[in-house]
């Protein structure tokens, strides 16, 4: 638009032929608006400020120009039949195109610019062009001003018999187990869950609680539940705890099993580890009048697995239930099996007599009691996500955060923002004060050797060694094998069966294995104790799985070391991944001994053959294996098509 008004009123070259249209009325129509046009610019001369710095004749087409924009803006209602001028002024726009054309750039820049900035005008539809503002992410106020809690360990700890409120038998069975001491995030969410359970007047807050691997989260809801729940009558499934993996979900278990002894609460696990009408029988058992009774009081399960118990396992209900604790929650959120929270949460809004609460068409006391029943929500993860979008599927009733931050990143920038700043979530990514966190510079092919350096030269013990993927997992478990014959190599992935990995894990937590090469499937919530270093083999591809990684060292309160191999390729993604964890200054370069390194070259050649051998052998291993199975199935097909021949 702002173009079109420069072409059409900016006048032509005072040097040129004229721009007059021919006959008396057009000239006087022009002649009006060029006499009002000086009388406007006479009023406003106080206004208008002088142009310099220009030539003679530029000046006298910018005033020209002028004087027709301002003529227009003062008399445009009072004109009259100017459809006759059109092609006059038509003609002019041409002529003055051409003009603009011949111009140079800088002078048309120039022109436009100090014409925009003479005062007492507007041009209309004239745009500037403004850098566009970065849009902050404004959270809700219950995750931009969080309960935070420090990470010190000598100092934020809390003497067991000191904390107020606790049942003397669950500090007995503390003492039993050699724990004397609460964490910090023990210390302050404990009281905080049993003074809410004593609230009778108001449904209670949910709680989210974000806090580093091995800071004691799973004693932090254990306890509580335990406790509000051990003076029950009725045996009901009360408590529900769901977690992403099966090997974590036993892990839970065996916890509330522990602190469940001595009372009348029974706990069951649902993951598959038994069969599924085990797990039934496990669950619900038939009463003398055929009804069905509950035979639990707290279960663990995976999202799966429960649905599946919803769906198919007759007498299970969970229209009791009081308690959802919702572990390594920021996973759990991005399980999308058979939609097991919004099935949850259908099977709870359930009456007595199994009709929905929401279609009871009668206004009785057992509605009322019905409509106030609350399932409170318990989050516990390293890594809470702050999707606004995940979060609200959870339907968070005036959720309550406690988060751990070190007072030395108080100010620490998390997420592109910095935590003094309103809005920001802090704590997301904080690690273990104890942990020490180190990049290693190296190429992709050296890798192997680097970790041969690490073992035996540096005398590395107890070191669980991460890679992105199973093919990658078992491949250097060969290969360090070779490579090294001293170093006892053990493999977890999830390509095992259940009954391989868990003797992995007991010889790797025994002091058998010196190395344990894994995938991913032990960086989340797996308590291995005693695990001093872990190498990032491969770079993750998220900060998340970067967390929860180095988190399986440095747990309650030990010392651990974490070092990423960082090869020139992923140099970049890693440095971008720990500007955004505000670990800059935290995470130290390790450099190795290049001479020790080429004088293993010779030994690497062999232990790469020694692979290659290897893996062709597993190859026709396997063809062997899935040959017959195949051969099985195509003569089946064969038959079938036999008998179906013949029945025609």
């Known amino acids: 638009m702002a173009l079109f008004i420069v072409n059409r009123y900016f006048g032509a070259d ?11 009325k057009e000239n006087d129509i022009i002649h009006t608006l060029n006499l009002k046009a000086k009388r406007k610019k006479k009023e406003h001369a106080s206004g208008t400020g002088e142009l310099t710095n220009h030539a003679p004749q530029q000046q006298d087409m910018e005033n020209h120009a002028m004087e027709g924009i301002e003529g227009l803006s003062s008399s445009f209602n009072d004109a009259v039949s100017l459809e006759d001028s059109k092609g006059a002024v038509g003609s002019a726009e041409r002529k003055l195109q051409k003009n603009k054309v011949q111009k140079k750039p800088r002078e048309r820049k120039k022109l436009k610019k100090e014409t925009s900035e003479t005062e007492g005008f507007t041009i209309l539809g004239e745009a500037t062009a403004a850098k566009r503002l970065k849009v902050a992410r404004v ?7 969080p309960t935070v809690i420090g990470e010190d360990l000598e100092a934020d700890q809390l003497i067991v018999e000191d904390l107020l409120g606790l049942h003397p038998q669950l500090v007995k069975r503390l003492k039993s187990n050699n724990i004397h001491t609460f964490f910090p995030v023990q210390r302050v969410v404990i009281p905080a869950l049993l003074a809410s359970f004593q ?11 974000s806090a580093p691997t091995g800071s004691g989260k ?21 408590a529900l705890v769901v977690l992403p993996v099966q090997d974590l979900a036993i892990q839970v278990y065996k916890v509330f099993v522990e602190y469940t002894k001595g009372t009348r609460l029974r706990t069951v696990v649902l993951v598959g580890q038994h069969l599924f009408h085990q797990e039934q029988k496990s669950l619900v058992a038939t009463g003398p009048r055929g009804d ?19 769906e198919n396992t007759p007498g299970f209900t969970l229209k009791h239930l009081r308690f959802l604790v919702i572990d390594e929650a920021d996973r759990i959120m991005n399980e999308t099996k058979g939609n097991w929270l919004e099935r949850l949460e259908k099977d709870f809004f359930v009456s007595q007599d199994g009709i929905p609460i929401e279609r009871r068409q009668m206004l009785t006391v057992a509605s009322l009691a019905a409509g106030r029943r609350h399932l409170r929500k318990l989050l516990f993860s390293a890594t809470l996500s702050q999707n606004p979008e995940k979060l609200e599927e959870l339907k968070l009733f005036q959720p309550q955060l406690f988060t751990v931050l070190s007072p030395k990143d108080t100010m620490t920038a998390i997420d592109g923002e910095s935590t003094g700043i309103e809005g920001s979530f802090v704590g997301k990514y904080t690690t273990p004060k104890e942990l020490k966190e180190y990049r290693l510079r190296c190429e992709e092919s050296v890798k192997p050797l680097v970790i041969k350096y690490l073992l035996l030269t540096l005398g590395w013990k107890s070191v669980l060694c991460f890679t992105n993927t199973r093919r990658a997992a078992h491949r250097l478990c060969l290969l360090l094998r070779s490579l090294a014959p001293d170093i006892r190599v053990g493999e977890f992935s999830s390509a095992l069966k259940k009954e391989e990995r868990k003797g992995i894990l007991k010889l790797f937590a025994n002091g058998d294995t010196d190395v344990l090469v894994s995938t991913d499937a032990m960086a989340r919530g797996m308590d291995i104790p005693d695990i001093q270093y872990v190498i ?19 747990r309650a309160g030990r010392e651990g070391t974490a070092v990423s191999l960082v090869s020139p390729s992923d140099l970049m993604a890693f440095q971008i991944m720990m ?17 020790e390194l080429q004088s ?10 020694q692979l290659k051998n290897a893996l062709q052998a597993e190859r026709v291993t396997e063809k062997k294996r899935v040959f017959p199975v195949k051969k099985k199935a195509r003569q089946q097909i064969g038959r079938d098509k036999r008998l179906k021949v013949k029945a025609h």
């Open 600 to 609: 293993s070259e010779e030994a690497y050649h062999e232990a790469l053959a």
């Open 536 to 554: 990032s083999y491969d770079v993750p591809t998220f900060l998340k799985t970067y967390i929860h990684r180095v988190g399986r060292t440095a």
């Open 14 to 24: 005072p040097s040129g032929p004229s721009l007059e249209p021919q006959g008396s």
């Open 579 to 595: 500007k955004t964890a505000g670990k800059e200054s935290s995470v130290e370069d390790m450099y190795v001994d290049e001479e």
């Open 292 to 310: 069905y009774q509950s035979l639990a009081d707290i279960v663990v399960t995976t999202p799966g697995r429960l649905v599946d118990h919803i």
């Open 139 to 145: 959270l809700p106020d219950w995750l931009a001003h």
């Open 199 to 209: 609230s009778w007047h108001y449904p209670p807050r949910d709680v989210c609680v």
């Open 218 to 238: 799973t004693l932090a809801y254990v306890l509580p539940l335990v406790q509000v729940l051990k003076t029950r009558v009725v045996q009901r499934i009360q």
